[in-house]
């Protein structure tokens, strides 16, 4: 019944953050219509996109996200009347933040998908899995974590002359 | 190298000392925050003066770095509280300064502003005494649109001489900019792991007025606390961040950084882009909302789909 699932060499983690008026029951509308998208997404449920602080997406990439997906109400369907708005203008400087700092920007998506929008859904999470699969893992945060403040190398040149000087 | 004219200093430093004295004894303010000579010669240190006789320990030199504007945050809490506050200002501390009226933390009738017509201060003040040159003066002062600071209640007679030198920070930005997002993120990378938490910048921001930092919060975590790689990152960027819009460009984070990361070139580059996304610029217009705190129907949306 079900179409054979394609196995991959890399299944990419991505973190969907949406608001729970639209685009979470966009995401249950195509649950419900059964629809088909990659189980790569795990998807948290904000009030609105205007609780949706950048630095959970900061925390999402350090914690081991490929790719992240931010998405809420279209603008002026806010259930809050104008929580996305402040939401946009909070990720498009945030966006910059993060180009500046070297985030690729490919790995974060932002999108409006609205509760009757089920098919919408499952293109954004199908384009992003599949084109942070092609990206593969992010590795930056990742070798971040795993790295410690010196070098922990205690046999240097530069310390073994340090301590002949003594 | 281009020297830069600093001998209205004496004659502002003199004018200071007459204000404060007059303004102290016929009891407009109850205390004024100034500077005054520190130990080392040419060094200059915050002071708060509450008698009339202090008032001639009031001075302003080109080592006057500090921002003043951080000791009427509701984070220090070593000034008086009640009456009036008289406060020396340059152009960079008294944008800082509106922009805390702006974010209702001071009341405009509450303070005494003396402004500076400002020519440039030291970069660094571990040599106090050096003259201010072109490779002296803090690169902020090469972007300074505020020498002559409006709308304060007594500014002292000169006119500063600023010659037109290259913008360092702007000329950084763009290099960076130019990098590919790998280049960059190894440059951050490397300035970062630099970081010993000490958060000095922290400390000094006149913005950073927070009861409690988000860095702080342990539950949940959302900022690793250790001086690890990772925890410096995600500090940095959500200092920028938390910024963003506020930011006046005193400058004060990168001087107090005791590692030298270039931490104002961050606020530089988001003071930027707020700039082409919205139109805010930090400036001398007591707005009660920032750019990050209101929104237009037909802003930008390119980036959502």
Redesign the interface.
């Known amino acids: 019944m079900h179409p054979e699932k394609q196995k991959h060499d890399f299944e990419p983690k991505i973190i969907a953050f949406v608001c729970t008026w639209c685009t979470y029951a966009g995401a249950d509308l195509a649950g419900t219509s059964r629809m088909q998208y990659p189980s790569n997404v795990r998807v948290l449920k904000f009030p609105c996109t205007g609780r949706i602080d950048?630095?959970f997406i900061?925390?999402a990439f350090?914690q081991g996200a490929d790719g992240v997906l931010v998405s809420g109400c279209h603008?002026?369907d806010c259930h809050y009347i104008?929580g996305n708005?402040?939401a946009?203008?909070?990720?498009?400087?945030?966006?910059?933040?993060?180009?500046?700092?070297?985030?690729?920007l490919q790995r974060l998506?932002?999108?409006?998908v609205s509760a009757a929008e089920g098919g919408k859904w499952v293109e954004?999470v199908t384009d992003l899995t599949e084109r942070v699969r092609g990206m593969g893992p992010m590795v930056?945060?990742k070798e971040?974590?795993m790295?410690?403040?010196w070098s922990g190398a205690i046999n240097t040149e530069e310390l073994k002359e340090a301590y002949e000087a003594i | 190298m281009t020297m830069i004219d600093t001998t209205s200093y004496t004659l502002i430093s003199e004018a200071i000392k007459t204000e404060a004295k007059r303004i102290l004894t016929d009891g407009t303010v109850t205390a004024v925050v100034g500077y005054a000579a520190a130990r080392r010669k040419g060094s200059v240190q915050p002071i708060v003066i509450t008698t009339p006789e202090d008032a001639d320990k009031l001075l302003f030199s080109k080592g006057a770095v500090n921002n003043l504007a951080v000791y009427l945050t509701k984070a220090k809490k070593e000034i008086p509280k009640t009456g009036r506050i008289g406060i020396v200002v340059k152009g960079c501390d008294l944008k800082a300064l509106v922009g805390l009226m702006g974010e209702s933390q001071l009341k405009r009738e509450n303070l005494y502003l003396i402004g500076i017509p400002c020519s440039g201060v030291l970069g660094s003040i571990i040599q106090p005494d050096t003259e201010l040159t072109e490779d002296t003066i803090a690169p902020k002062c090469l972007e300074c649109d505020v020498h002559m600071p409006t709308g304060c209640d007594f500014i002292p007679q000169g006119a500063p001489i600023t010659p037109e030198l290259e913008k360092k920070y702007a000329a950084e930005i763009a290099r960076l900019e130019a990098l590919t997002p790998a280049e960059r993120w190894s440059y951050w990378k490397e300035q970062f792991s630099k970081c010993i938490k000490c958060y000095a910048c922290r400390q000094v921001c006149p913005f950073c007025f927070c009861e409690q930092c988000l860095c702080d919060r342990n539950k949940p975590q959302m900022v690793e606390s250790t001086p690890r790689p990772a925890g410096n990152f995600a500090w940095h960027v959500i200092r920028a961040m938390h910024l963003a819009g506020r930011c006046a460009g005193c400058a004060e984070c990168e001087r107090v950084c005791p590692m030298d990361i270039p931490l104002n070139l961050l606020n530089r580059k988001m003071a930027k882009e707020l700039k082409e996304l919205y139109d805010h610029e930090a400036g001398l217009e007591i707005n009660e909302k920032g750019p990050l705190s209101m929104f237009n129907e037909k802003d930008d949306q390119s980036f959502i789909k």
Do not use: I, N, Y
């Not at chain 1, 400087?93 to 070297?102: D, P």
């Not at chain 1, 998506?109 to 409006?112: A, E, K, V």
């Open positions: 950048p630095v900061l925390k350090q603008p002026g104008a708005f402040h946009r203008r909070r990720f498009a400087t945030f966006r910059k933040l993060l180009e500046f700092v070297g985030v690729d998506q932002f999108s409006w954004m930056e945060f971040l974590a790295e410690e403040q």
